[in-house]
């Protein structure tokens, strides 16, 4: 029940931000598309409330509960960044707004964005482990919790790549390609010739 629950939060997100965007920018009724969006977080809520229910009524804490605060974690870190992204592109592409400005692609600017959006991978891992940590001590049996301790190291393997990823950027900035059209060819000069 809690995949399918993590499955179908996965798709009300995305029906609510095309919902969201249509009716801000397509019919015209901002507050009402803004209010749409507002209610994002309420899919985790639920999934956060269902699974709290599934383990006081005894479940197995397994890989599905840790999915499920992985879930929530990566909403929490990316969900905001996610739908601003996708409400730019949405306004030039439905609205006329000014085109999105996409991340940098070269040096430092680059390693910057890299940066960020390991902060977030950050905040995302650790929602995760905090979550995780309360189902444990909620949980209380040792013996059970095995897969919830599993999942916090998960979480803190996917930052730590993350992390050593985003760290290759600022050690190793990606060079702009030379533009063929930019660069002079010097003719090598004869012994006669005049400069």
Not at 22 to 29: D, E, I, K, P, V
Not at 148 to 176: C, D, E, M, S
């Amino acid at each position: 029940m809690i995949v399918t629950l993590i499955i179908a939060c996965e798709i009300g997100f995305w029906v609510l931000l095309a919902v969201g965007l249509a009716l801000r920018y397509l019919a015209r009724m901002p507050r009402l598309g803004a209010a749409v969006l507002l209610l994002e977080p309420l899919l985790e809520v639920v999934l956060l409330v269902v699974t709290t229910i599934d383990l006081r009524n005894g479940a197995e804490p397994d890989w599905k509960h840790g999915l499920a605060a992985m879930y929530i974690g990566f909403t929490v870190g990316y969900g905001h960044y996610t739908i601003k992204r996708i409400d730019g592109w949405f306004a030039h592409r439905f609205a006329g707004g000014p085109p999105p400005v996409g991340p940098p692609k070269y040096g430092m600017a680059r390693a910057r964005h890299e940066g960020r959006l390991w902060l977030r991978t950050v905040v995302a891992g650790a929602v995760a482990a905090v979550l995780l940590q309360i189902a444990i001590w909620y949980v209380g049996d040792a013996g059970t919790t095995d897969s919830l301790l599993a999942w916090q190291f998960n979480a803190a393997r996917v930052v730590g790549i993350h992390g050593v990823i985003a760290l290759t950027y600022a050690l190793w900035p990606k060079k702009p390609p030379v533009n063929p059209d930019s660069v002079r060819v010097e003719r090598p000069s004869s012994v006669g010739e005049k400069s």
